[in-house]
């Protein structure tokens, strides 16, 4: 890419609505999943959580294929090859007949949506490093985290006036703009002389140095645990507010003011990093998480909280949860990637896809297990926040 072709500002803004694509198709489908289940699988409500997993675990998979392929290929090929498979994805759960073959086709969607993910992060590395590069996906990250704080609203709107399928027809379009925009404006950021050839060798000789790092191992499951409780609380979320709290129609507006709050665990993160590191701002966060954690479920489980008392408690719960990702996830990444810098592209596909389906695994259960109340989703997030504090002890060199 050339300045003359695009600026920064626009380079910012592009690669912002690409992270966008990713998020749409998460946090929009919330309100609809009880529309989903009444249509699709009416006989088990829960099932429906699984159009929010499949789609996880859809782009973690695709996560470690399509980044070795951009180095082979290069970025633009890539790049637009998922954003293909996505809209196809989409077409085929906008006319799916069956609850199976609606998470088929969201996994198609997941393998599409790595494009974005993993492609669109290397055009960033491509382009800037050091410094540059932090400020660049600052930036992107700002505009990106207030796609999931609007998105159930923007859902909620379009299954109220259209119905849950018109939903996969906006993921669709706007696909289709985002990728357009990339199309003509974007050009190839990786050189022919600057590709690797795909070689399964070296990526195989790549990953069993990777599962030999045992900083990165760690990293990698507590990566994991972390998403894991996240997932299982978007996966239950809307369940929560419907039938425990009978707030469904307010369900949006309380999303929001959750991913808004949440911000602040990257804001928390960025200040007291240098003075604390990384490992003890895990420890500590894992740690407080723990506490929470404990103490949520305790008084839920006694009955000691009722109405908006119970209500509150529950907000501050879940916005804890999100903000945990933003004191963990980054500082556990760089401490994986700390010594991996020769293999960098590789390992962080592999760490990123196996973190991430790891998660889907994990949350599945949590979510499969909703009965109705917060207790399955806060025994299961105890148990992942308890592992994970245990792995943060062991995050030593």
């Not at 699988?41 to 929010?52: C, F, G, K, T």
């Not at 003509?184 to 069993?208: D, F, G, N, Y």
């Not at 790092?213 to 997932?231: D, E, K, M, N, V």
């Amino acid at each position: 890419m050339t300045k003359a072709l695009m600026s920064q500002r626009e380079f910012v803004a592009l690669n912002a609505m690409l992270f966008a694509v990713v998020a749409l198709a998460i946090d929009s489908m919330l309100p609809a999943l009880p529309q989903i289940a009444a249509s699709l699988s009416p006989d088990a409500p829960n099932l429906a959580q699984l159009v929010i997993t499949s789609f996880i675990f859809g782009m973690g998979v695709g996560t470690l294929i399509s980044g070795p392929l951009s180095d082979s290929f290069g970025r633009k090929p890539v790049m637009l090859a998922c954003a293909g498979l996505y809209i196809l994805g989409a077409a085929v759960c906008f006319m799916a007949p069956t609850l199976e073959t609606l998470l088929a086709a969201r996994v198609l969607m997941g393998l599409g949506a790595a494009g974005p993910r993993a492609v669109g992060a290397a055009l960033i590395r491509d382009m800037y490093k050091g410094s540059a590069m932090a400020r660049i996906m600052s930036f992107v990250m700002m505009v990106f985290t207030l796609v999931p704080a609007v998105a159930p609203l923007m859902g909620q709107g379009v299954i109220l006036v259209a119905g849950w399928r018109a939903l996969f027809l906006v993921f669709m379009v706007f696909s289709l703009v985002v990728h357009t925009w990339f199309l003509l404006r974007q050009v190839e950021t990786l050189p022919p002389e600057a590709r690797r050839p795909l070689s399964l060798s070296k990526l195989a000789q790549a990953a069993r140095e990777l599962v030999t790092h045992r900083i990165a191992l760690i990293s990698t499951a507590a990566q994991a645990l972390t998403a894991g409780a996240l997932f299982a609380n978007l996966s239950s979320m809307e369940g929560i507010f419907r039938e425990y709290f009978d707030r469904a129609a307010s369900f949006p507006l309380w999303f929001t003011v959750i991913a808004v709050c949440a911000m602040s665990g990257s804001a928390i993160n960025a200040r007291f990093v240098v003075r604390f590191g990384m490992r003890q701002m895990v420890r500590r966060a894992y740690g407080a998480q723990v506490v929470l954690t404990l103490a949520t479920l305790g008084l839920f489980h006694f009955g000691l909280v009722s109405g908006n008392l119970a209500f509150a408690l529950f907000l501050f719960w879940t916005i804890s949860g999100f903000a945990a990702m933003g004191l963990t996830m980054g500082n556990l990444n760089a401490m994986a990637m700390e010594s991996l810098g020769h293999i960098a592209g590789f390992a962080s596909s592999l760490i990123a896809a196996t973190s991430t389906v790891g998660s889907v695994l994990l949350a599945i259960p949590v979510g499969q297990a909703f009965d109705g109340t917060p207790l399955p989703l806060m025994i299961g997030s105890l148990v992942f926040s308890i592992l994970a504090f245990g792995l943060s002890g062991l995050l030593r060199k």
